[in-house]
């Protein structure tokens, strides 16, 4: 048993450094290696996936080198690429150095195959762990505590993985193949729904956040929901139950795929409002699904002594056995490589259909298929199952570790309503590319102080949970950095979209799509009001237009300065964020057209972007006439691919 629980614990700590590097590779492809919007979505797609087709070298490479000494190096460079990314060197080093960690760790994957027959307990705590370890940093790190507990968390996480090796343990059984299939799909649905804590923070900001309704649309404002770090233990706590208790037999092994099918199909609907149900149902679906994919796992050697061959399971890396059990190594190394090569294939799909345009919303669907027909393929258990981990203990504590991860990290929010209206409001906009910097690092403190000194702050590109871009809550990592509550009305999904932060408090929030016309990538029309107190209330509309291709954005802009003045209803009103067209353009006119007035015009020309050589003014800010502008800037800085852009408004007498 010993045995057993040294393979459970080196495997789920390798899954957490594999997680790890995961979440900066995929970033730096979209914003190192190229530039999504602007580089070819098929050449992004094709540097991902290159690297995970490499990776199916791995077997071959575990059978003529041995699985010990390959694992044992992959395992040394996986630590060494995690620690290195730590630091966010940015460029094409931090490419590099993640690119290197993936294939490390892809090829570690494939050799802990080849020597474990057991591993749904490993990789569900592996995967638990990681969500714990991810809240407890806020999913970058925390304001207040700096950078040592990320680093903290690094090394301890490196070190303890690599002393798992420092015995070899006894060879494993022939089975396991039909488990390491789904490490990809695994990690893939729980990096996007089941397991993520920025999903499920945003989640349950529309659930139990303040919610304000349009005639046909949401949108949520959210200081600290209700009951916000609830959910996530929840998740966790019922994920890992459900993997490393004894599988449901007959008719009751169909509520695992059921409830998995169940919370995809919400997440395919792509509604805030079902987010959380989805989170919840994804993540027990999970578990109970891997746990019926490994019931047979091991069987072979249930009795045999260790050390046998077919005998106790061994720890990630051992070797041994006759040919039977070679060949049943070889097929554990191609399914684990496999499994993850569908994790690149359908996040890459996934993700790209933002800037091609294809649908996308079948695709989490399709992969809790595949799971769930893999889990009733399995052949039952012939009898209970002792897991190598007590399952109701083991899955208490790590719902509680998360539970207190999730308190202690998640800061309150708090409006300073000052004493009377002020005499002047500083509004900034900017377009925050979801947190990533021009040499790709992500780096919330650069963006807070880009815009620091802002009394209402208007943000475009605002990603809340995407596993394409780290899973981060931009949003929500900003707002702390400048104690400003928020409200957030999605775009392109319930994760992506615009958001007003404002250090008075907000109400009466509306938002309205935009008309696509053929591009890609969704758009909106945010509307707050700003309670300046005495009465006095400021209309705020926060925007991203999307052009279509080789279009200028003239029927979006006009359904926008609509929308603002009727939301606004004769108050003073601000239209701010990235417009994507320069004064003087047909989409531009159509704001003036409808008497705003550009409140950058004294400081034109004002370019934004690109952010390192600004040379196009695509990111503006609006007024009504009431509204005199001062002080107009674009403070120059890297923590985005463009500018904010910054002025004072003095508000009319009242």
Known sequence: MRYRHLTTVTLALGVVLLADVLRVFLPAVITIFGQAAST???LLGAFALGWFLLALAAPALVRRVGARPVTLAAAVLL??????????????????????GLLAGLVWLAGAAAGTDRPVPGLALGLALSATLHT????????SFGQWPAWLAAVGVGGLFLAGYARPAPPPGPGGARSWLLAGPALLLAGMVALSPAVTRTATSYQFGLLRSGPADEAGMATVPLFGPAPLAVAVGGFLLAALASPRRGAWRWLGPVALLGGAVLVAL??????????LLTAAGLGACLASAGAADGDAGETGAPGAAGGETGAPGAAGGGPGTARAARRRGYAAVAGMLVFAVVAVAYYSAYDLGHPNAGLPVAVAVLVAAVALAAPPAPGPRRSPLPPVWTAASVAALTLLAAVVSDEPLSASNRQGPPDTV???????????????????????????????VALSEVDRGWLLNGGHDTLDLLAERLDMPYVFAPA?????????LSRWPLDAARTRPLPAL?????????????????????AVVATHLQPPPGEAPVVQARAVADFALRYAAGRPLVVAGDLNTEPGDAAFAEFTRAGLVDALAAARPLPTSPADAPSQQIDHILVTPGLAAGDPAAPPGTASDHLPVAVTLTLPPT
């Open 40 to 42: 070819p979505a098929e």
């Open 79 to 100: 630590v060494v690429a995690r620690l290195a990314v730590n630091g966010q060197p940015g460029g094409r080093l931090q490419l590099w150095l993640a690119t290197a």
């Open 136 to 143: 407890a940093l806020d999913t970058y790190r925390s304001a």
């Open 270 to 279: 792509e509604r805030g409002e079902l987010l959380l149900p989805a989170v």
């Open 426 to 456: 500083r509004v900034a906009a900017y377009n925050v590319r979801m947190g990533f910097g021009i040499h790709g690092r992500f780096d919330p403190d650069a963006l807070a102080r880009a815009v620091a000194g802002a009394d209402v």
């Open 492 to 500: 392109a999904d319930p994760l992506w979209g615009d958001a007003v």
């Open 518 to 538: 053929g591009a890609p990538t969704g758009a909106q029309a945010l509307g707050v009001t700003v309670d300046l107190g005495a009465g006095v209330r400021l």
